[in-house]
T-cell receptor, first 112, second 113 residues
């Protein structure tokens, strides 16, 4: 079945450091890929998405590129801020009425 | 802009009690779903619905019931609460479609003692 694997956490970085969070997936066909973010005490919200191979999703300085050859969708940001501290989830959707399949999430803490 | 509204935000139940978690959305989304979030487990799908009158089971449906009598509402019922159901519950909705965004409620933190 479909699955998403995220790197183990938590991750702690200093402000202005470079961020990479790895995400790989297994799915049949051509899924859409998503990154969701959960700030403390809140629900999840979409950070960015990509719907076909080689697409790059971007938002708030974060980027991720849909790599079909490596089945990956790694999240990057060039300079993190304290306000980026949150839990980040990689997810895929394999069909129009399919469920979202989530990775386990990773907690990012950014210290001043 | 209500979006997805979940009630209550917090709840404590005794083992064996029943309750209903409410979820309502005002975006006319066809697809609605319930997840539970547990430490180290990510989000796991409990039940979902692709439209009014249609529901189906997700990964962890045991101990939960759902119904979808209207497009807007998708309540989750705990039939006889158990400590293993202590979790944070999220309701989500979206349009049908491969690349559509899911909108999440704020969550319900449930503790079963």
């Amino acid at each position: 079945g479909d699955s998403v694997t995220q790197m183990e956490g938590p991750v702690t970085l200093s402000e202005e450091a470079f961020l990479t969070i790895n995400c790989t997936y297994t799915a049949t066909g051509y899924p859409s890929l998503f990154w969701y973010v959960q700030y403390p005490g809140e629900g999840l919200q979409l950070l960015l998405k990509a719907t076909k191979a080689d697409d790059k999703g971007s938002n708030k300085g974060f980027e991720a590129t849909y790599r079909k050859e490596t089945t990956s969708f790694h999240l990057e940001k060039g300079s993190v801020q304290v306000s980026d501290s949150a839990v980040y989830f990689c997810a895929l959707k394999a069909g129009a009425n399919s469920k979202l399949t989530f990775g386990k999430g990773i907690t990012l803490s950014v210290r001043p | 802009n209500a979006g997805v509204t979940q009630t209550p935000k917090f709840q404590v139940l005794k083992t064996g009690q029943s309750m209903t978690l409410q979820c309502a959305q005002d975006m006319n989304h066809e697809y609605m779903s319930w997840y539970r979030q547990d430490p180290g487990m990510g989000l796991r799908l409990i039940h979902y619905s692709v439209g009014a009158g249609i529901t189906d089971q997700g990964e962890v449906p045991n101990g939960y019931n759902v119904s979808r009598s209207t497009t807007e509402d998708f309540p989750l019922r705990l039939l006889s609460a158990a400590p293993s159901q202590t979790s944070v519950y999220f309701c989500a909705s979206s349009y049908s479609g491969l690349g559509t965004e899911a909108f999440f409620g704020q969550g319900t933190r449930l503790t079963v003692v």
